[in-house]
């Protein structure tokens, strides 16, 4: 049965064990060459050392017929769903995973690693606001993940979550908002107002970017830019899990970048390397994770993310800029010719 949550030390500056896997995690990174499609551009996360998953991501364990994701009985609950993972490995559901399908189809609160031959209920929301209706009795995986700003505002909410009440919930109204805001700049409209409806609409542009922007050897993430700003930064721990996710996570940012017109200066290259330095200068407060592992929550004032630590070893690293905040862009220091 999982723990309820709560910290496990106090709000500040984390200690030096808490923050060492993520310090040494980005250590042990380079920048490559960044590529772009459009607005949207990938600095590529480059690891010394790589490993091979001691898990299966989610479409992995799914094509293997050892998890089942369904609601958590037949009148269901919005905020969760459960998982049931009968294979012989852990499973890595990965933070804005959208699931279609039963009632109405949910994206992952946060990155879980699911322990081998486990059941456990998950904190989810909701994306479909207009249906309650079962379409089947499992879950699908959709293929992709929610886009980033929605993503980086979900963070937020279930780390206050956690913090006030051991809880990982996000604001169901303010995401139904959020989607209903951007389907409408995006012109999407949707009978349920399922957030899939925008992934639809611009299919062709997202196939672009996906076709574009691949996986270099050695990456195990990414800092990605819009516009000439920093968007957000994913970090696996092995390179077999970054070609797994990077098709979900090119869309994730992708939306944003067709959500936004072209910056006459969307060409300009954010100072991704200081983005990098600011989140191992955060602090935060670390928590018992739902299934494995160690919930690792930091913030400064121009960033704020999330890792999930295993064995003293980072398996998901996420953080995204502050919006409005003076830094949160990480523009290109115009006075440094050798920052990215």
Same mark, same amino acid.
């Given at each position: 049965m999982a723990r309820r949550a709560g910290p496990s030390e106090s709000r500040g500056p984390m200690s030096a064990a808490a923050l060492r896997p993520i310090t040494q995690t980005l250590a042990d990174l380079a920048i490559g060459d960044p590529a772009s499609a459009g607005n949207l551009w990938v600095f590529p996360l480059l690891a010394k050392h790589d490993r091979e998953p001691a898990y299966l =991501?989610?479409?992995?364990?799914?094509?293997?017929?050892?998890? *089942?994701? =369904?609601?958590v009985s037949?009148?269901?609950?919005?905020? =969760?769903l459960l998982v049931k993972n009968a294979g012989p490995q852990p499973v890595l559901i990965l933070d804005g995973e959208e699931l279609v399908g039963a009632k109405q189809n949910r994206i992952v609160n946060l990155t879980i690693l699911v322990p081998a031959a486990t059941t456990l209920t998950i904190p989810v929301s909701c994306v479909e606001a207009g249906r309650?209706?079962? *379409?089947? *009795? &499992?879950?699908?995986? &959709?293929? *992709?993940?929610?886009?980033?700003?929605g993503r980086a505002m979900k963070l937020k909410q279930v780390s206050v979550s956690l913090r006030e009440d051991g809880a990982r919930l996000a604001d169901q109204g303010a995401v139904w908002h959020d989607i209903s805001l951007k389907a409408a700049r995006m012109d999407a409209p949707s009978a349920t107002s399922a957030a899939s409806a925008m992934y639809d609409r611009l299919r062709a542009k997202l196939d672009e970017f996906e076709e574009r922007l691949r996986p270099v050897l050695g990456q195990v993430g990414a800092v990605f830019g819009v516009n000439g700003r920093v968007a957000g930064l994913d970090v696996f721990d092995c390179s077999a899990t970054w070609r797994a996710s990077m098709r979900k996570?090119?869309?994730s940012y992708g939306l944003d970048a067709l959500d936004v017109a072209a910056s006459p200066h969307g060409d300009g290259r954010p100072d991704v390397g200081r983005f990098i330095e600011a989140v191992t200068e955060s602090s935060g407060e670390t928590y018992a994770a739902l299934g494995l592992g160690t919930d690792v929550r930091f913030e400064s004032g121009a960033l704020r993310g999330a890792a999930l630590v295993v064995d003293e070893r980072v398996v998901h690293l996420v953080a995204f800029p502050v919006a409005g905040h003076a830094e949160s862009g990480w523009p290109r220091r115009r006075h440094d010719p050798s920052v990215l």
């Open positions: =991501t989610l479409d992995q364990a799914l094509a293997k017929g050892f998890v *089942r994701v =369904t609601e037949e009148a269901g609950s919005v905020p =969760t309650w209706a079962a *379409r089947s *009795r &499992a879950f699908a995986p &959709a293929g *992709r993940a929610h886009y980033a700003s996570l090119v869309q």
